[in-house]
Nanobody, 121 residues
Framework: QVQLVESGGGLVQAGGSLRLSCAAS????????MGWFRQAPGKEREFVAA????????YYADSVKGRFTFSRDNAKNTVYLQMNSLEPEDTAVYYC??????????????WGQGTQVTVSS
């Protein structure tokens, strides 16, 4: 079992930046692929970014490539999502996930509670 707690969300103007953090507790954190998803009002949850357990491979949704950066620190059991050049379309609840690597992404097994990101125009 892995417990995930996100933080770092908030309100930011378009063009601004935020850094989300996801602290994990439980067993064998470093054995899991980790990822970020988001869900905007009225829309389905969508993939944002993911990394293999080693951090050697990182994948991004086309909509965030070049703007978002995923990183993980296995020693701290924490993953991060640095979000730059934010757009109103990035407004959503962002969820951290732990799971199995699946192609260029992740099959989530555990979810955090989510953190709200709101980008004003």
């Amino acid at each position: 079992q892995v417990q995930l707690v996100e933080s770092g969300g908030g309100l930011v103007q378009a063009g601004g930046s935020l850094r989300l953090s996801c602290a994990a507790s439980g067993r064998t954190f470093s054995a899991y692929a980790m990822g970020w998803f988001r869900q905007a009002p009225g829309k389905e949850r969508e993939f944002v970014a993911a990394s293999t357990w080693s951090g050697g491979s990182t994948y991004y949704a086309d909509s965030v490539k070049g703007r978002f950066t995923f990183s993980r620190d296995n020693a701290k059991n924490t993953v991060y999502l640095q979000m730059n050049s934010l757009e109103p379309e990035d407004t959503a609840v962002y969820y951290c996930a732990a799971g199995a690597a699946k192609g260029e992404g992740i099959h989530p097994l555990f979810w955090g509670q989510g953190t709200q990101v709101t980008v004003s125009s």
